[in-house]
């Protein structure tokens, strides 16, 4: 699994916690800092960057999510699956630091993994939709 891959993943599992549970920012940084991929600090920093501009930017980024996915309300998809498009979106919008289509790969990915089997369909097609209402080149 590429590094990235992994800061990827645990910013997931720490937007999934933020998600469900009411720890703020503060704590699941810490329990995430605690982690055996903290010890990287490329790594680390990587996550925490991707994990916190995502929360701080949660507001626009379910703006744009919802103004794709008309039939599926932020309340109506899986939490994982909400996460995921959150996490992506936020790499695409405001961090640019990969390729789009890499980080829609990815995206997938991590909805395949850690969600249904209709995930990956499903997240493809809303940050496909996203990217191309907003812009952003995808190489064809």
């Known amino acids: 699994m590429s590094k990235r891959r ?12 933020a998600d469900i549970t009411r720890l703020s920012q503060e704590t699941i940084l810490g329990m995430f800092q605690m982690r055996e991929f903290a010890g990287e600090p490329k ?9 916190t501009a995502t929360v701080s930017n949660s507001g626009k980024i379910d703006e744009i999510i919802t103004s794709i996915s008309k039939n ?9 699956d909400r996460c995921v498009l959150r996490l992506a979106v936020c ?21 395949k993994k850690y969600s249904t089997e209709n995930s990956g369909k499903f997240v493809n097609g809303v940050l496909d939709s996203i990217a191309k209402k907003h812009n952003i080149q995808i190489p064809k």
């Open 91 to 111: 790499e695409m919008m405001f961090l640019a630091d990969a390729p789009v289509p890499v980080i829609i790969d990815e995206a997938i990915e991590l909805a």
């Open 72 to 80: 599926w309300s932020l309340d109506r998809m899986s939490a994982v």
């Open 43 to 51: 790594v680390f920093e990587f996550y925490k960057g991707l994990f």
């Open 6 to 17: 992994l800061a990827r993943e645990n910013c997931l599992q720490s937007l999934y916690l």
